[in-house]
Nanobody
Framework: QVQLVESGGGLVQTGGSLQLSCAAS????????IGWFRQAPGKEREGVSC????????YYADSVKGRFTISRDNAKGMVYLQMNGLQPDDTAVYFC???????????????????WGQGTRVTVSS
């Protein structure tokens, strides 16, 4: 059974940092791109970052570029999202998802992601 479990969310002040983790089980993580998405209150879900299965390619939304860093440890079945310089606009529920493909690319198209975690909440206070 494919399972993705996010952790690491919480309450942080503006300018603070959090590291989100995504634990994958039930499939071979090595073969698939992984994405992080977020949904803020009253807004649609949006792509934040993704990493190719080979970890050679990463993507960041303009809103987080330079502040967030995605990484993966296939041996441990883990994907991470290091978030620095957090702002109130980063407040959202963050989801990790596994894409239906691997290789040297990834993207922020939700339709390409077949399995999703339950989300972890990040709240940034001003």
């Amino acid at each position: 059974q494919v399972q993705l479990v996010e952790s690491g969310g919480g309450l942080v002040q503006t300018g603070g940092s959090l590291q989100l983790s995504c634990a994958a089980s039930g499939f071979t993580l090595d073969y698939y791109a992984i994405g992080w998405f977020r949904q803020a209150p009253g807004k649609e879900r949006e792509g934040v970052s993704c990493i190719s299965s080979t970890a050679d390619f990463t993507y960041y939304a303009d809103s987080v570029k330079g502040r967030f860093t995605i990484s993966r440890d296939n041996a441990k079945g883990m994907v991470y999202l290091q978030m620095n310089g957090l702002q109130p606009d980063d407040t959202a529920v963050y989801f990790c998802a596994s894409a239906g493909f691997g290789g040297y690319t990834c993207d922020d198209n939700e339709d390409d992601y077949y399995h999703w975690g339950q989300g972890t909440r990040v709240t940034v206070s001003s």
